[in-house]
C-alpha cells in the first residue's frame, strides 16, 4: 500500500490567493492555465496546456511549471495532506486532498482539499519548515526530517514537535551503547538540519570558523552572488589562507554549475582556498571533481558539521547551544 505523503503548497502573493483557498477549499497556484484539465492524466497534455497558455515564457520556466502542474492535478494522491501558508495572518492551515480535480471560481485548474486544522501560528513550527515556505517552486513534497509524522501532530495537537520528537526507534529501548549512539547521531543530524536552515546555516558554519581563529564576515540574507562567507586570519583578517564560502542547506545537492560559480567566486574574491558545505550533498560528477581541488576547495558536508559541532560543543556561542538544545553525557562502554 502506497504511503501517505505531505505538501507544501506555497499561494502566490498578489491575488488574495491564501484567503480564498481557506475560505473556498481549493487550493490552486498561478499558472496561467484556464481550462478544465481533468482528463489531462500525463505530463506531455499539461505541459501542452502550459506552453499555450504562456507563449512568451522561456523553455526552462514553461517546463518548471508544467511539472508543478502535474504534481497539483496527477502526482498528489486522495488522503495526502497539504500544508498551506497563508502569510496575512501568518499562520498554516493543513488539509487533506480529496480526489479529482477541480476549478476555482476564476476557472484555474486545482483540487479541493478538507481542511483539518487552520490557523496554526508560523512561530510554533521549527525552522525548517519556515526554510521550505520560502523555497522558489509553488507546490513540492516535503519528505525531510519527519515531515510527515511531524505534520499529523500539528493537525492532532497543533504543536510541532519537531524532527526528533515524532519517532522512538528499537535503538532507543537497547542498552547497546552501539545502538545508542547510532540513534543520537541521527536525532543530532534531523535537528540541526531543521534548526540551522537557510541563511542560519551560513551562520553556523562561521561560528566553526571563528573557532578555528578565523575571523568571518558571513553574507547577510538574500541574493550573494556565489559567496555566502569570507575568513581570513590576522588582525585585520585579511592574512592567508583567506576563503571564499558557499553554504546549501535544507535539499539542495550541490551540481556542477554551483561548484564551478564557487571557482569563479574565489578567483573574483582573490581568495587563497575555498569551502563548499551543502548538508544534502553533492552530485557524482560534482564529488568526482572535489576529488581533485581537494587541495583548493575543502568540502563539508552534514556528518562533518556535526563532527565539528561535538568536537568544538565547549567553544560555541551560545546562540549555537540553546538553539542546538543538547546535552553532552558520558556513555560507558561495554567491556
Known amino acids: 500500500m502506497t504511503s501517505r505523503r505531505v505538501w507544501l503548497i506555497r499561494p502566490p502573493k498578489v491575488g488574495n490567493y491564501d484567503e480564498r483557498a481557506i475560505d473556498?477549499?481549493?487550493v490552486t497556484g498561478e499558472f496561467s492555465v484556464r481550462e478544465d484539465l481533468s482528463d489531462h492524466l500525463d505530463y506531455e497534455m499539461i505541459l501542452d496546456e502550459v506552453v499555450a497558455a504562456n507563449p512568451r515564457q522561456k523553455t526552462g520556466r514553461i517546463e518548471n511549471l508544467g511539472k508543478q502542474l502535474h504534481l497539483l492535478l496527477n502526482e498528489i494522491q486522495a488522503g495526502d495532506l497539504v500544508m498551506h501558508p497563508h502569510d496575512q495572518r501568518k499562520s498554516v492551515a493543513i488539509g487533506i486532498f480529496r480526489s479529482g480535480s477541480v476549478s476555482d471560481e476564476d476557472g484555474r485548474p486545482g483540487r479541493e482539499v478538507e481542511w483539518l486544522r487552520k490557523g496554526i501560528s508560523k512561530s510554533d513550527l521549527h525552522p525548517d519548515f519556515h526554510h521550505s515556505m520560502s523555497a522558489g517552486n509553488q507546490i513540492c513534497e516535503l519528505t525531510r526530517n519527519n515531515a510527515l509524522a511531524r505534520v499529523e501532530a500539528l493537525v492532532a495537537d497543533g504543536v510541532d514537535p519537531g524532527p526528533a520528537g515524532t519517532r522512538q526507534s528499537a535503538a532507543a529501548q537497547s542498552m547497546d551503547p552501539e545502538s545508542i549512539l547510532s540513534l543520537l547521531e541521527a536525532r543530532m543530524h534531523a535537528q540541526?538540519?531543521?534548526?540551522?536552515?537557510?541563511?542560519?546555516?551560513?551562520?553556523?558554519?562561521?561560528?566553526?570558523?571563528?573557532?578555528?581563529?578565523?575571523?568571518v564576515s558571513v553574507a547577510p540574507p538574500g541574493p550573494d552572488g556565489g559567496c555566502d562567507l569570507i575568513a581570513a586570519r590576522g588582525g585585520?583578517?585579511?592574512?592567508?589562507?583567506?576563503?571564499?564560502?558557499?553554504?546549501?542547506?535544507?535539499?539542495?545537492?550541490?551540481?556542477?554549475?554551483t561548484l564551478q560559480g564557487l571557482r569563479g567566486v574565489i578567483q573574483a574574491r582573490g581568495a587563497d582556498k575555498g569551502l563548499l558545505v551543502s548538508w544534502s550533498g553533492v552530485t557524482r560528477p560534482v564529488a568526482r571533481e572535489l576529488s581533485n581541488l581537494q587541495l583548493q576547495i575543502a568540502y563539508w558536508d552534514a556528518a562533518e558539521i556535526c563532527k565539528r559541532l561535538l568536537e568544538n560543543y565547549d567553544s560555541l556561542p551560545l546562540w549555537v547551544r540553546d538553539r542546538m538544545r543538547i546535552r553532552m553525557v558520558p556513555l560507558l562502554e561495554t567491556a
Open 236 to 257: 585585520l583578517g585579511i592574512e592567508g589562507p583567506t576563503i571564499a564560502g558557499q553554504v546549501k542547506s535544507g535539499d539542495i545537492v550541490v551540481d556542477e554549475p
Open 192 to 215: 540541526v538540519g531543521s534548526t540551522f536552515a537557510g541563511h542560519d546555516l551560513a551562520r553556523l558554519v562561521g561560528a566553526l570558523l571563528e573557532i578555528e581563529g578565523y575571523k
Open 24 to 26: 473556498t477549499g481549493v
